[in-house]
């Protein structure tokens, strides 16, 4: 299976040629471990559609983001999959676990199934990120046969690098590792 996935995105989306290369690449991966997991259809198809969708507003300015919210005081980085999952729902789409694993995608959410957790890891294990390449592919190898502990790496790795980086965790990122215990 290639690294990269046919898609069509909706006529709203707002992404550059790069963004949309790595939305292929996404949707691959969760297509990939669906196909190795024996899923169902309706669940290999809300995984499919939260990769589709995640970053469909990403490179959208920021104030159109807002704007599309109602909210101002939402922080930049959850804007993108807020939006997106406001105008999935504008769309038509009903299934709540697709819309919340949009939504929160960036930080996670201790409330999710299996579809925010699988879009959570493919954002990150998708093989065009540049870092850590080898290790990232061996952990992206394991989600099919060891979904639970690939997610706690995950989401320890970027939590690692929100230290790192200086930044507050965000309480819903804590919530989310909390959960996983």
Partial sequence: MSDEASIEL???AIVSPEREAHIRRVVALVDRWAIAMRLDQAERDAWRD???YHDALRDAPAAELHALVGDHELPDALLHGSAAARLMAQHGERRADVLEAVRWHTVGCSDW???GRALYMADYLEPGRRFCRTERASL???VPT???GALRVVVRE???WILREG???PLQTVAFW???R
Avoid: V
């Fill in 167 to 169: 930044y507050e965790i």
């Fill in 158 to 160: 970027r939590i690692e």
């Fill in 178 to 180: 909390n959960s996983l």
């Fill in 50 to 52: 939260a990769a589709l």
């Fill in 10 to 12: 909706p006529e709203w």
């Fill in 140 to 142: 992206a190898g394991r």
């Fill in 146 to 148: 060891d979904f639970r």
């Fill in 113 to 115: 199934g299996s579809t």
